[in-house]
């Protein structure tokens, strides 16, 4: 079968290519999909350069999201059947025209939901939700977070909202403001690109203080969004896009009990249970049938074009997620 190849780790320009792989076996408790169509995530790359916190075997196909039609289904799976169309996530190897996964990380598409966003509804909108339930915040509270007009970011913005919760989402550029709006998220948005963002910042809470903050950049960002936070505020690390450390003030660590974790979605996730998963699920898909979520895209390319479209990933601006489709 075709596929998007891995034969040794690298910067993924360098190292993913068009090639063929052999088709999946399932065990029984497993369905065999064919791929309509994968995102590419920015985990995905960090899988590439052998980085991520899952390192395959290789050769190996990356991709752990898609939306595809059953195509076989184990002995002991109960529920679905072949030439459903569902959406599957975190099953390693989604950029090839078919791939095994557990029957459990797979989920029918509703009707009215088009393959462009069922393709990219379950990671990123469940990685949002998964990280809000973990900050435990109440309504009224105040949350900041950067890289909020990425997938993740502008998913936890408007969830946020639907729970009463208030955020300050902080972009790098003015341009990114008008992506915010155009996405339904028209309070408190914030670009780092101006000097004075800390001050705007406190001036939006009203003398308040942020319980927690969410960072996906790192660097010296981070000493500024602590600086915001109240006394015995969270710093929650999801991700890091440059690759930067966690930076935060020994003063803010001691003297005003803020407390710094991380959070990795690929492991809260595979220890859901499954009445949660189904409820986030549900919310998720309420969220996109009433057009309150939009999962834009920002290009569709060939498997054989993986070169094109991680030149497309890669574009300063973009505003949504690169496909790839067989």
């Known amino acids: 079968m075709n596929a998007v190849v891995l034969d040794k780790f690298g910067e993924p320009e360098d190292v993913l290519h068009p090639g063929t792989m052999p088709t999946p076996t399932i065990g029984p408790d497993q369905v065999l999909v064919k791929t309509i169509m994968a995102p590419i995530h920015n985990h995905h790359l960090w899988i590439a350069r052998g980085l991520y916190g899952i ?29 459903q169309r569902v959406a599957c996530a975190r099953a390693l190897g989604t950029w090839a025209q078919y791939f095994a996964a557990p029957a459990d990380l797979v989920v029918p598409v509703p009707e009215g939901i088009d393959d462009e966003t069922a393709s990219q509804m379950l990671i990123m909108p469940m990685s949002a939700l998964m990280l809000l339930d973990s900050l435990h915040l109440k309504a009224g509270d105040w949350l900041i977070h950067n890289a909020a007009n990425g997938a993740v970011g502008k998913a936890l913005a408007i969830m946020a909202k639907g729970r009463g919760i208030h955020t300050i989402n902080l972009v790098r550029s003015p341009k990114a403001l008008d992506e915010m ?128 479209a991680l030149e497309a990933n890669a574009k300063a601006g973009r505003n949504g997620k690169v496909l790839l489709k067989p």
């Open 181 to 308: 709006v155009a996405a339904g998220i028209t309070a408190g948005n914030i670009s780092t690109a101006q000097t004075d963002w800390t001050q705007q910042a406190a001036k939006l809470m009203g003398g308040n203080h942020a319980a927690a903050a969410v960072d996906g950049i790192g660097g010296p960002l981070d000493v500024e969004m602590t600086s915001l936070l109240r006394e015995g505020g969270e710093l929650v690390s999801f991700g890091s896009q440059g690759g930067q450390a966690v930076v935060v003030s020994p003063a803010d660590l001691i003297f005003r009990a803020i407390t710094v974790r991380g959070f990795w979605a690929n492991k809260e996730a595979r220890s859901l249970p499954a009445a949660d998963k189904a409820r986030l699920v549900g919310e998720i898909v309420g969220l996109l049938q009433s057009g309150q979520l939009k999962m834009p895209v920002a290009g569709v390319y060939s498997f054989s074009h993986i070169t094109q």
């Open 55 to 83: 390192r395959p075997p290789l050769p190996a196909v990356d991709g752990d999201e898609a939306v595809g039609t059953i195509a076989a289904v184990g002995a002991n799976v109960k529920g679905l059947a072949v030439g």
